[in-house]
Every structure is written in structure tokens, then in C-alpha cells.
């Protein structure tokens, strides 16, 4: 969780940007590219890397597939519906176009996450509220229609809404011209969603970038990116 203290979560939160030219491409992903097309791979192909001091990028892991918190946060600078886009590409077209801001993402959980020892059920039925407007940058997870309390004319009634139904409850995510216009506007968007129980969540997502986007920048790195 905060400051990288806790039980191992698996990703919470990132900061990512489009970009059409990248030096971590070249270096990690773009030699992989003859092999890709020999093998008829067809897909999301993503490389987690770390870059140690001397700017070498080491692959940590590959994700062969749309992965998440990921591609939530990345629908965020998609312009237009991801889904006409991957249909479009199973006719040989590609129409993706994305926006070149910063999106950041959080991950929204609850419960005795991340141990999830407890059954999901034990965690599910807690009825979720969404304040106005942000529903867009709202990406809900392990959620589902339940019945959820309401108040109407003074007295308590039971109304059709959505519920949790587990642990991992919701990605949100915000997007700017800067890291830290990027991060603002997820939180608000974090503090928007609520229900009756321990919503957990980092606020510390893009926090170590104010020191290290410049060392990687000096690297050829994530060139572009500006943190305010």
C-alpha cells in the first residue's frame, strides 16, 4: 500500500501516456516483433520494466493480454469506444486514436484485501454510491445489482442499485496535462465513489514521480511527460 508497506497487493495504481515513438519501445518490445508475427500472436502485448541506474531497462514480466488495473486506465485517453477500435482490428483496421495527455488510475478495494481469505460473498451486497458526472472514469470490477436502501418521503424503502461483490471493487481514472493534474482529478474521482465499509485505496499513486521522471527523462524516458 502507501509507500510500498503492507502485504503484497499486485498493482493499485499507475501513471501512464500514449505516445507514438518510445525508447523503451525500441529497447524491450519492438526486437520482440519478428518473433510476435512468427508465432501468430494476436493481442495485447505488455512488458513490465524496471530501469536501473545505468538507464538499462530490465523486463520484470509480460502481460499477453488486456490486463488490469491497465487497460482501464488507459480507456482514459482512448478517444471514442475501445470496443468499435478491437472491432475494427479483427477487420485489419486500425482506427485507435488516444489522446497524448498523463491518465493515472487507482484501485478501489475493500474487505481483507489484499490477503482475500474470506469468501467473496462476505464482502458482497454493500450497496455503492456514485456522485454526479464521474461515472466515465469509474471502471467497476467485482460488482452487481442488488438492493440498496434508500430514503424517500422520510421513511426507509429498498430500491434496485449496484452492490459490491467482492474485494476488488472499482479502477478510477483521471487524466491532464501533467502527472499531477492526472493524479488530482482520479482522486476526485476515488473520493466520489463510497459504501458502508473500508474502502482502501493508495494516495500515493505517481508520488514518487516528482524525483525520478527527471532521471529517467535524462535516460531518453518517458520524454514528453511533465510532472506539474
Request: proline fraction near 4%; charge should be negative.
Amino acid at each position: 500500500m502507501n509507500d510500498d508497506l503492507g502485504g503484497n497487493t499486485g498493482e493499485m495504481g499507475t501513471v501512464i501516456r500514449h505516445v507514438k515513438e518510445s525508447k523503451l519501445f525500441s529497447m524491450v518490445l519492438e526486437p520482440l516483433t519478428e518473433y510476435l508475427h512468427y508465432c501468430d500472436f494476436v493481442g495485447d502485448c505488455n512488458v513490465n520494466c524496471i530501469v536501473d541506474s545505468e538507464g538499462v531497462p530490465w523486463p520484470l514480466e509480460f502481460t499477453v493480454r488486456l490486463g488490469w488495473p491497465d487497460f482501464c486506465i488507459r480507456q482514459e485517453v482512448i478517444r471514442g469506444d475501445p470496443v468499435q477500435w478491437m472491432t475494427e482490428l479483427l477487420a485489419g483496421r486500425d482506427s485507435l486514436e488516444t489522446s497524448t495527455e498523463v491518465a493515472a488510475g487507482i484501485v478501489l478495494a475493500h474487505g481483507d484485501f489484499p490477503q482475500e481469505k474470506d469468501k467473496a460473498d462476505e464482502w458482497a451486497g454493500y450497496p455503492i454510491e456514485v456522485a454526479n458526472g464521474v461515472d466515465r472514469h469509474v471502471h467497476w470490477q467485482q460488482i452487481s445489482h442488488g438492493r440498496v436502501p434508500v430514503i424517500v418521503n422520510g421513511r426507509l424503502k429498498s430500491t434496485p442499485g449496484i452492490v459490491t461483490a467482492g474485494q476488488y471493487v472499482a479502477v478510477v481514472s483521471g487524466a491532464g496535462s501533467t502527472v499531477v493534474e492526472a493524479i488530482v482529478e482520479a482522486t476526485t474521482v476515488a473520493e466520489s465513489v463510497s459504501w458502508p465499509s473500508n474502502v482502501m485505496r493508495r494516495t500515493d499513486i505517481g508520488r514518487r514521480l516528482r524525483s525520478e521522471l527527471s532521471t529517467l527523462q535524462q535516460f531518453g524516458f518517458a520524454e514528453g511527460m511533465r510532472y506539474e
